[in-house]
């Protein structure tokens, strides 16, 4: 059975760096797109980049560019998604999601993340 | 602000049949194939319509898709409580480099 296991929820304070994580289990981890999507409190779905794992190849949304990196460790089967600097604003649930010939197949169980002084 | 407009919200009774739209323009939806997603409350989105009108297996065929030039749409037939979520459509723009959601409907049964 193909599976994203996310990790989990996280509390951090502005100013602090985060990276959470998206591990694929039952395929060829190297073989499909695994894109990013943000879900802030009561609101929708914003893509915000993808990278394919087999040769790192990243492409980002433009509302997020620059504010933060997408990663992926071949060795682990996990995709990574960064901040440097946190905000406030970054507070949301963040959704890692595999590309498959249909679209967006399979998703995590999503990572809450919370910034807060 | 996403470039695919969708109604914020959308109502049957159950077994009645509920319609959402998704507008975009040439750049996305007239030019690639319209995903829909359903987001249950508190889950994660699901793929429900790929291809502009293929369910995935164990979707069912309550569940159907459409597009027609620059607007897709979703269409539940014989409306059943547990089909009260959020709705995205969502394609692909930019040569394929970049994804976009729709505004996203949630759908309640009265």
């Known amino acids: 059975e193909v599976q994203l296991v996310q990790s989990g929820a996280d509390v951090k304070k502005p100013g602090e760096s985060l990276r959470i994580s998206c591990q694929g289990f039952?395929?060829?981890?190297?073989?499909?797109?695994i894109a990013w999507v943000r879900q802030m409190p009561g609101k929708g779905l914003e893509w915000m980049g993808i990278?394919?794992?087999?040769?790192?190849?990243?492409r980002y949304s433009p509302s997020f560019q620059g504010q933060v990196t997408i990663s992926a460790d071949k060795s682990t089967n996990t995709a990574y998604l960064q901040w440097s600097t946190l905000e406030a604003s970054d507070s949301a649930i963040y959704y890692c999601?595999?590309?498959?010939?249909?679209?967006?197949?399979?998703w995590g169980q999503g990572t809450l993340v919370t910034v807060s002084s | 602000q996403s470039v695919l407009t969708q109604p914020p919200s959308a109502s049957g009774a159950p077994g009645q049949r509920v319609t959402i739209s998704c507008s975009g323009s040439s750049s996305n939806i007239g030019s690639y194939a319209v995903n829909w997603y359903q987001q249950l409350p508190g889950t994660a989105p699901k793929l429900l319509i790929f291809g502009n009108d293929q369910r995935p297996s164990g979707v069912p065929d309550r569940f159907s898709g459409s597009k027609s030039g620059a607007s897709a749409s979703l269409a539940i037939s014989g409306l059943q409580s547990e089909d009260e979520a959020d709705y995205y459509c969502?394609?692909?723009?930019?040569?394929?480099?970049?994804?976009?959601f729709g505004t996203g409907t949630k759908v309640t049964v009265l």
């Open positions: 990278i394919f794992p087999g040769d790192s190849d990243t």
């Open positions: 039952g395929y060829s981890f190297t073989s499909n797109w």
């Open positions: 999601a595999r590309l498959d010939s249909r679209g967006y197949g399979t």
């Open positions: 969502a394609t692909w723009y930019d040569s394929l480099n970049r994804y976009v």
